[in-house]
């Protein structure tokens, strides 16, 4: 057992060093560590919370750390990560003997470098062993507070407290600490919810149905993804507030529908499914290899209504026909503030200058599809972020700019009860604590009427 538990720590420095260095996202990298590095199935569960748990609290590691190294600047990178990590487990993880945790360090240390090292590695996790942790308390700024206590970068958590307030935020920035629960769409053109529970639950998954979308299951225990039910296609990995976007289009028998940046094809295959495999979806996107994989989604849940593309939206009109379509799915490029639980790392590279830049593209998509759609259709702008600048000013100056469409107040009447509570109108911003979900804004326009 130790040895396997030196390999999970060794493998988890390792994971954490690469993301550092290549800015890879920690979720494909640790599916790939399990693979290569023969992770014992028992040990995939640690693993998975040490690498998810010091990136998760990396802010809040380093502010204990700091009065504990003498010369950070001359500190190895992996050096820094191992005192993360063992730090991560010495305080969140109660299950594990500080004593065992600063062992498996220092002969990490020794294997990795040498004795001087091992050394400075003892030293510091000793000395806060004895001296105990710095306090958070002595921040005196509540919002610099809250931003260190939650690792999350100062100017995002100023950003967010401008536009929802200090509490709101807070609720927000806890819940990006805790680990998302799996969420599946059940494939209702194949299998009821109820046969589909069965099914999983006779393979030995732990699950249950959604209390807010009457085709979503949540699962408490296992990867769906390695069940026999979604090998059959009998169910999608989804989240339950990206869900709610084919609600939104309120599609009807053999409409046609575009989905813009379709890509990997939940929401295109979701919309497919509510047409009855009736009508037909186009399903673009700007990379081939996501266009493949849009494709191969449909293949395996038995669709034959969709038809994809690559093609960069914003040159849509060079090769489709004006008012071709009786509704549109936006789901717009946006810098994914919503997701940061399924993706912690990116919390420390993303810049405020991103978010600016991405709304021109979010406008140049909107301005591109719109004229696509027929008189009296639909236009359902969605992003997996939680900022109004991407969203409610995106739309706001796409109205602004077109008369010819104003916001789709029917809005509340197709979507499932549990979440009209949250709509405003024509919009609804979902943030994580709301539903337990990801954060995601869902705006409905209309095509006037003359």
Known sequence: MKGNRKNVRETAL???DSVEKNQAYSNLLLNNAIEKNKIDKKDTGLLTELIYGTLQRRMTLDFYLDPFIKNNSKLEKWVLQLLRLTLYQMVYLDRIPDRAAIFEAVEIAKRRGH??????????????????????????????KLAIETSHPVWLVKRWVSQFGYEKTKEMCEMNLTAPLQTARVNVTRISVEDCLLQLEKEGFLVEPSPIIPEAIKCLRGNLAASNTFKEGLLTIQDESSMLAAYALGVKKDDMILDACAAPGGKSTHIAEKLQNSGKVLSLDLHEHKV????????RLGLTN???????SRTIQEHIEPETFDSILLDAPCSGLGVMRRKPDMKYTKREE???????????????????????????????TVDREENQETVRLFLEKNPGFEGDLSLADRMPEAVRPLIRGYDIQILPQDLGSDGFYIACLQRKVD
């Open 292 to 299: 493949k994989l849009i494709a191969e989604n449909a293949g």
């Open 14 to 16: 390792e994971l954490l």
């Open 354 to 384: 991103d978010l600016s830049r991405l709304q021109q593209i979010q406008l140049d998509l909107l301005q591109a599809v719109s004229p696509l759609v027929k008189i009296g259709g639909t236009i359902v702008y969605s992003t997996c």
């Open 115 to 144: 004795k001087g090292i091992a050394g400075v590695v003892n030293g510091v996790l000793r000395s806060i062993q004895r001296q105990g942790l710095p306090s958070l308390d002595a921040i005196s700024d509540p919002t610099e």
């Open 306 to 312: 969709i038809e994809t593309k690559k093609l960069d």
